[in-house]
């Protein structure tokens, strides 16, 4: 199972002050020496932390599995195909929101997604499609050509007891369905070192995308270790 670091939140920390760090980019050799496979960056519509100078120096290193993170825009889709990262995942974006707060409705939006869908493939960037474990939207997903869904553990790691069962229940048969329909299977938001051991028992994922809580704990523990801490979950 692949580990992607999501560093927005070093930017976030930068970005509170307007200064010059500290630096995401600094964060990469630290992440891939600590166990993870590949860097993820959200450049949001409002730039609020990762900046157009972030992704751009992000996809320049040489051999760095970069995930970009993205809405569905035309300013977006242009920034991926000129900069061509290995991955890109498309997220739904609302400005007033704190954090992405639900999947991608891809069966409502069809013909947008599939135009974005075929521009970025055919600049050579694999595709995930970021969407809650609803049949419907694994199923459309694959209809329009993506190669990957990240399935949204966000609500999973927000509710607590049958809800929360219900919840991993949903991941689990939406993992499982979306392997069955040949795609690839990640997933990621609000996961933490207590409620990932159970994401990774779903045996159809095969990579995880986490960042608030890595760079949290790195305030106490380092970014080194954070990482390694969770790599260290991910092989148990
Ligand atoms: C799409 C997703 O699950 C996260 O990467 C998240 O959107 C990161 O960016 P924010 O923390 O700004 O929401
Ligand atoms: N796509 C999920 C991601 O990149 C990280 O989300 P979070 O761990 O910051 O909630």
Redesign the pocket.
Known sequence: MHLGV?I??IATIRQARGTAYPDPLAAVSICLAAGANSI?A?L?EDR??IQDRDIEGLAAIDGLHLNM?MGVTDEMVAICERLKPKAC?L?PEKREEL??EGGLDVVGQHSRMAAAVERLSAAGVRVSM?IDPVAEQIRASREIGAAVVELHTGHYANYQGAAQVRELAALADGAKLAADLGLLVHA??GLTLENTPAICALPEVEEL?I??AIIADAIFKGLHQAVADFRAVMIR
């Open positions: 999501n927005d939140h993820t959200h949001r609020r932390h993170e995942c997220v954090t992405t970021f990621g938001h995308n960042g608030h």
